[in-house]
């Protein structure tokens, strides 16, 4: 989360168009919430075409405590995340997002991961605004945080990184120091200050305090989630009409196939180009063959001749070891 800048060139960007094709090629299985993440922030950024008309102004959407309180604008509390006033502030953001967001869907599954990005983005946003409040309540320490002006992912990604290494005893890199990884988040958010004044310290914060308010609330359900259990019901719905439309166009294309003919359901008698039907076993047969290569029947015309050759159909022992001889040939 980021309380400056203005919006440089563009240059930087197909850097990250690279990095980010690289790391999915490499990968077997392709998280697609990550990259709809990726896709919704930097499209969000660049406003191609009419999203430029679409989309709210980055003006209309700054992080402002006292904004969000006294005129009750809840679409800065949520939009604000996925806004960003450089290259460089959308470039670093979504690089961590890119390496936190593989690692925690591919564990996780992309419903689990989804329901976890929307409690976070909403946890870490709610907990900055009552940071911001409380400091001005309690404290009367209004200056730096209640009007401050903040837009930005990185609030998320503070709290994905709490949830990311919540349980790992390895150490890790922050920015040149090794550090135990469960503290990395703490570490960071100091850095970050030191290095980067401007940068939203609430805000980082708040993700962070997100991150173990989220730990602590899944701790107390040995199954899913409530919100686990709802996104995976809307996927399921939503789902099916998907599911249907490929079934059927599988059916239509892809016939089943045994040896080197057809078998068919109810389409007794109809003849294919190139092919025709046995009325007793419905195997479709080449037209060079005047025998059923399934069941050995002759071919014939006419409901008589249906009649017929069901009246003489053999027995089922017999169509197997018919069967098992043709293939054995």
């Known amino acids: 989360m980021d309380s400056w800048g203005r919006r440089p060139s563009r240059g930087m960007l197909p850097l990250l168009a690279l990095h980010v094709a690289s790391e999915y090629y490499r990968l077997e299985r392709k998280p697609p919430v990550t990259a709809g993440l990726l896709l919704t922030n930097t499209l969000i950024y660049l406003r191609p075409g009419a999203l430029n008309n679409l989309l709210p102004t980055i003006d209309e959407v700054w992080f402002n405590p006292n904004i969000i309180i006294k005129d009750r604008d809840l679409k800065r509390l949520l939009l604000s995340a996925?806004?960003?006033?450089?290259?460089?502030?959308?470039?670093?953001?979504?690089?961590?997002?890119?390496?936190?967001?593989?690692?925690?869907?591919?564990?996780?599954?992309?419903?689990?991961?989804?329901?976890?990005?929307?409690?976070?983005?909403?946890?870490?946003?709610?907990?900055?605004?009552?940071?911001?409040?409380?400091?001005?309540?309690?404290?009367?320490?209004?200056?730096?945080?209640?009007?401050?002006?903040?837009?930005?992912?990185?609030?998320?990604?503070?709290?994905?990184?709490?949830?990311?290494?919540?349980?790992?005893?390895?150490?890790?890199?922050?920015?040149?120091?090794?550090?135990p990884a469960r503290y990395a988040a703490w570490a960071e958010l100091i850095l970050i200050q030191l290095f980067v004044p401007s940068a939203s310290f609430l805000g980082h914060l708040g993700g962070i305090l997100a991150g173990i308010l989220y730990l602590k609330l899944r701790g107390l359900y040995s199954g899913d989630d409530p919100l686990t259990v709802l996104f995976r019901k809307i996927t399921g719905i939503?789902?099916?009409?998907?599911?249907?439309?490929?079934?059927?166009?599988?059916?239509?294309?892809?016939?089943?196939?045994?040896?080197?003919?057809?078998?068919?359901?109810?389409?007794?008698?109809?003849?294919?180009?190139?092919?025709?039907?046995?009325?007793?076993?419905?195997?479709?047969?080449?037209?060079?063959?005047?025998?059923?290569?399934?069941?050995?029947?002759?071919?014939?015309?006419?409901?008589?001749?249906?009649?017929?050759?069901?009246?003489?159909?053999?027995?089922?022992?017999?169509?197997?070891?018919?069967?098992?001889?043709?293939?054995?040939?």
């Not at 961590?96 to 996780?108: D, R």
């Not at 320490?141 to 990604?157: I, Q, T």
């Open 82 to 179: 996925f806004y960003h006033v450089g290259d460089s502030h959308l470039v670093y953001n979504m690089t961590s997002l890119l390496w936190k967001g593989v690692q925690l869907e591919t564990s996780m599954g992309s419903t689990k991961f989804t329901s976890m990005v929307v409690a976070l983005l909403g946890m870490s946003q709610g907990i900055t605004l009552l940071l911001a409040k409380a400091l001005l309540v309690f404290f009367n320490y209004d200056r730096a945080y209640y009007y401050e002006h903040s837009v930005g992912f990185s609030g998320v990604l503070f709290a994905m990184k709490v949830v990311l290494n919540s349980q790992s005893e390895n150490y890790t890199y922050v920015h040149g120091l090794i550090v």
């Open 238 to 329: 939503l789902g099916r009409p998907l599911r249907y439309i490929r079934n059927f166009f599988q059916l239509r294309s892809r016939p089943r196939i045994t040896g080197r003919g057809t078998v068919g359901g109810s389409r007794i008698g109809r003849d294919v180009s190139g092919t025709w039907r046995c009325r007793a076993c419905t195997f479709d047969n080449s037209d060079w063959l005047s025998v059923c290569e399934m069941c050995g029947q002759q071919r014939g015309d006419g409901l008589a001749s249906v009649r017929l050759h069901r009246n003489r159909e053999p027995p089922l022992e017999e169509l197997r070891r018919r069967r098992v001889e043709r293939f054995v040939r």
